[in-house]
């Protein structure tokens, strides 16, 4: 059975593609997510979850050595095994979700960079700036979007910060531009509209082709 485990893995990550395709033209991408996991849940019939939480109670309850496998045997669900479950569903649904955003996060940069030139001819600098410092950030995702907009603005962000009053030490976005100041909230809020009369008239144009 082991070797059938990859194709099966196939088989189960094109279909929730193919839920997440249509979900995504019913509901937003948060709601889309979560429906993706209750889905693959539903497919595999909540095996893998099923076991994870025998596991977790086992192996992670601080039991005596020669309980592990009765515990693990035993169909009610402990404390131990909840919390992997819960955490485990958390992981995929942040997983699904950077995944689900991966391509439209990197589309999004033409876009701006299109906005941005038609505002103040910054297009070229907007998306060199997207290309070359859009990786410099936690999220595999968000900062494309945010390079792209420091290039268009002539700004730097992100960089370090306190978060619960810890100093997180985080790359510049923008490294060789200057700081921002109150013009520069005007100037983001046309950019964030004009880039997204641009993608709505390019998704309206990309439908009626197709139809």
């Not at 059975?1 to 099966?8: E, G, H, T």
């Not at 709601?31 to 109670?57: K, N, P």
Request: proline share 4%; hydrophobic share 50%.
């Amino acid at each position: 059975m082991i070797p059938y485990f990859p194709i099966v893995g196939i088989v189960l990550g094109i279909l929730v593609a193919l839920f997440d395709y249509v979900a995504l033209r019913v509901w937003g991408n948060t709601v889309a997510v979560l429906l993706d996991v209750v889905f693959l849940i539903v497919l595999t019939g909540a095996f893998l979850i099923d076991g994870l939480g025998d596991s977790a109670d086992g192996l992670m309850g601080h039991r005596p050595k020669e309980n592990v496998l009765t515990i693990m045997k035993d169909s009610r669900l402990g404390t131990m095994g909840l919390v992997a479950i819960l955490v485990g569903l958390s992981v995929k649904w942040a997983g699904i979700d950077d995944i689900v955003n991966y391509i439209p996060a990197r589309l999004s940069v033409p876009i701006i960079s299109l906005a941005s030139g038609f505002l103040s001819a910054r297009g070229l600098r907007s998306f060199q700036t997207a290309i070359e410092e859009g990786a410099h950030h936690t999220s595999p995702n968000a900062g494309y979007a945010e390079a792209a907009f420091a290039g268009a603005l002539g700004v730097k962000l992100n960089g370090p910060n306190y978060y619960h009053g810890q100093l997180v030490d985080k790359p510049y976005i923008g490294i060789r531009f200057g700081g921002t100041n109150p013009g520069h909230i005007k100037q983001a809020c046309d950019l964030m509209l004009l880039a997204a009369v641009l993608w709505l008239m390019l998704m309206t144009s990309a439908g009626v082709a197709i139809a």
